[in-house]
């Protein structure tokens, strides 16, 4: 099962979700994506606003052809610009390689975060900044890129593994992107590590929703990229 879940833990938007609103016009939006990796697959997120201070995330993609299915989904308060996430879900889907479900619960109370499912793990958080899910990640970086900042670090978890790593961030530049005869004006972030390269388009005519990712390995190359902005606001 380790191995099924680092087969499939890059194409889970690469923890990235999608960008939202740093003040109270937070939108909701549901978008369709097109993931190219290894095995291809058909998606679509959406999020939706619970209350003023709560939402709900999910992202669910397919390929009918090879039965191959990823299904992610996320709850997270946000309050006073931090971040708190709730629980955070996937169940993940490949031929020859089976099933694998986790989910992630937070404890804010004694700093703990516990895995549970195919994948067990327990992590203390004590004295580091909030460890951040896949999904939730989005709202911090959304705040920072909102706020001018140019270079920073975040706090990820390893899903397979139960450890905490820091992820950094920088600008390197501006694109203009195209969806569906639409052009959106788009600042460019980059994360490096080891061998790895990844760049994220967020276009800042959607209030800074993340519509294209770039990952380049020495093994593969993975693209995930919006098809269709179906809903906005």
């Excluded at 006073?80 to 996430?85: G, T, V």
């Excluded at 970086?141 to 397979?160: A, E, P, Q």
């Amino acid at each position: 099962m380790r191995n099924l879940n680092r087969y499939l833990l890059s194409i889970m938007l690469l923890g990235m979700g999608t960008f939202l609103s740093a003040n109270n016009n937070i939108y909701e939006y549901e978008i369709r994506f097109k993931i190219k990796n290894v095995i291809s697959l058909n998606g679509i997120k959406k999020l939706t606003i619970k209350d003023n201070d709560s939402y709900h995330i999910i992202f669910s993609g397919k390929n009918r052809v090879l039965n191959a299915e990823l299904n992610q989904e996320a709850e997270f308060k946000y309050l006073n610009s931090k971040i708190f996430p709730q629980y955070y879900s996937q169940n993940i889907k490949a031929p020859l390689r089976g099933e694998l479900k986790q989910t992630i619960n937070y404890d804010f109370k004694n700093q703990k975060i516990t895995s549970s499912g195919d994948v067990n793990w327990v992590i203390d958080f004590l004295g580091e900044s909030i460890p951040l899910d896949p999904l939730s990640s989005a709202f911090q970086i959304r705040d920072n890129v909102k706020n001018g900042l140019t270079s920073f670090d975040i706090n990820l978890i390893k899903l397979d593994e139960g450890l905490i790593y820091k992820s950094s961030y920088s600008t390197v530049g501006e694109e203009v992107l195209e969806i569906k005869n639409t052009k959106y004006p788009c600042i460019i972030l980059e994360r490096k590590s080891n061998n790895r390269k990844t760049l994220y388009y967020v276009a800042k005519t959607l209030d800074f929703i993340l519509i294209k990712v770039l990952d380049e390995r020495k093994e593969r190359m993975l693209s995930i990229e919006a098809e269709k902005i179906l809903s906005f606001g």
